[in-house]
């Protein structure tokens, strides 16, 4: 996820008053992209078309105002396959898709270990395509995580239901396993994980479920539980607002559960080096998924 840091960062960039000028060197500015070209090929998820608006800030690139979902396979090299798939969720409250960190990167980890990773390029809620008054509502957004409740997000929940059918049904067309299929969540994409395991069907598809930096006051409904793995930092606001909430409510009905709680790494830590020892947790998320 773009951290709030770097949302600061952007926002001293473009608004007036900023200390970068188009006659000094600066930072970087967050800026409008077309999709980058090596783009993984797209399915589309049959939500509708739309005029997305692709953005990159320093290295992370994310895509906002989405209205078609869409799934991005990538896929292990040849030999490395295990037959088994996750199904990628990227956070970006809502407002935006953090593809790059929390989408592609994380895919690419999970298919050097053998797993057939999907990223889900999900519906969001509709935002200003200015890009001063969006930064600005962003940290406002960001401004109160910790202190109020992140707005469901229904398309979304959607669109990960549609892909987990998707890849069940077209399991032979990558040699999966139609019973072995995961789910990682990071922030609001967890949300959303959650959402489906409480509303939709096809949460009896998944093999277990991984939630990174959830909202930890979720009282997630009484029901079956897939195994859970679940990371956050001890200074992430939603670890603060809601400590073992999530944990406490997600083992009163299964057992199954693999919590780290690491003393540094703020909320988003993604795929981002932060020298922290957050750094560790994908390389315990595919130990733990190894086993499941």
Known sequence: ??????????????????????????PPAFRVVPAPASLRPAIELGSGAGRE????????????????????????AAGRANGKAVIVVPGGGY???SIESEGFRMADALAADGYAAFVL??????????????LGETMK????????????????????????DYVRSHAADWKLDPAKISVVGFSAGSRTAIRLIENKPQARALENVALLYPPMTEAVKPGPRPPLF??????????????????????????QVEFHLYSGG???????????????????????????
């Open 230 to 255: 679940l990371a956050i930092a001890n200074d992430d606001p939603l670890f603060r607002q809601g400590g073992l909430g999530l944990v406490q409510a997600w083992l009163g009905e299964s057992r």
């Open 53 to 76: 608006q692709w953005e990159a800030f320093t290295d992370q690139v994310s895509v906002r105002n989405v209205t078609g979902a869409a799934l991005y396979p990538v896929l292990p």
């Open 121 to 134: 390029k999900y519906r969001t809620m509709p935002t200003t395509r200015d890009i001063p008054t969006y």
């Open 1 to 26: 996820m773009l951290k709030p840091a770097l949302l600061v960062a952007a926002l001293a960039i473009l608004l007036p008053g900023g200390n970068a000028t188009a006659a000094e060197p600066g």
């Open 95 to 97: 407002r935006f898709v």
């Open 141 to 164: 957004l960001f401004a109160s995580m910790g202190k109020s409740t992140l707005a469901d997000n229904p398309p979304a929940v959607d669109d990960l239901a549609a892909a987990i």
């Open 266 to 292: 703020s909320h988003g830590f993604g795929m981002r080096l932060g020298g922290t020892t957050s750094d560790l947790w994908i390389g315990q998320y595919i130990a733990w998924l190894n086993r499941h």
